[in-house]
Every structure is written in structure tokens, then in C-alpha cells.
């Protein structure tokens, strides 16, 4: 059984970093795309970046040059680095997989809430 697992999330105040954490089992994510999403309260869930099976990321413009991700292969896992957070960063975060070389995600995890205070 596919499973996604995040964890890391919490409350933290304006300014401060947190380092979410997303584990794989059931199968190797290699070659696969993993993402990072989120959902404020009374919104529609919403990207935040991704990291493809070569290493390349790409981010939401509201996260660029404040949120990193990264993944270890050897423990088939997914971070999620989030530095200067704002308010507005609040929400369950999301991760998500493709199948091997997709575009889709296809596997997602229960999501982690993380709130920002004011």
C-alpha cells in the first residue's frame, strides 16, 4: 500500500521557519514528481512547488525565495523548507506524487496544518 505520510507541521509566529516532512512507502518515488500544496481555510488548495525526478523545483510566485524543497532518494522522502512565513502561509499542506515520469499526481498525503501568527 502507497502511502504518503507529512509531518512537521505547527504553530510558529510571523517570521519564523519551519521544515516539513513527507515520507514515502509502498513503492520507490524515483522517478517521479513530488509536490507540496496547501489549503487556507475557505479556499481551494492551491501549489506551492514541486521538485521533479532530475532535481528541478519550481514555486508558487507567493513562496519563491522563502520555501525550498528537496528530497532524499535513499529515504524516499520530500522537504519542505519554509523561511520567513507570513500569515497568509496558514493551511493544511499537502503532499502529493506522480507515477513514474508524469504529470498528475496520483498518491497524496493527510496533510499537516501549519499556522502563522501574527
Known amino acids: 500500500q502507497v502511502q504518503l505520510v507529512e509531518s512537521g507541521g505547527g504553530l510558529v509566529q510571523a517570521g519564523g521557519s519551519l521544515r516539513l516532512s513527507c515520507a514515502a512507502s509502498?513503492?520507490?518515488?524515483?522517478?517521479?514528481?513530488m509536490a507540496w500544496l496547501r489549503q487556507a481555510p475557505g479556499k481551494e488548495r492551491e501549489f506551492v512547488g514541486r521538485?521533479?525526478?532530475?532535481?528541478?523545483?519550481n514555486y508558487a510566485d507567493s513562496v519563491k525565495g522563502r520555501f525550498t524543497i528537496s528530497r532524499d532518494g535513499a529515504k524516499n522522502s520530500v522537504y519542505l523548507q519554509m523561511n520567513s512565513l507570513k500569515p497568509e502561509d496558514t493551511g493544511v499542506y499537502y503532499c502529493a506524487a506522480t507515477n513514474d515520469y508524469a504529470l498528475t499526481y496520483t498518491y497524496w498525503g493527510q496533510g499537516t496544518q501549519v499556522t502563522v501568527s501574527s
Open positions: 509502498g513503492r520507490t518515488f524515483s522517478r517521479s514528481a
Open positions: 521538485i521533479t525526478w532530475d532535481g528541478s523545483t
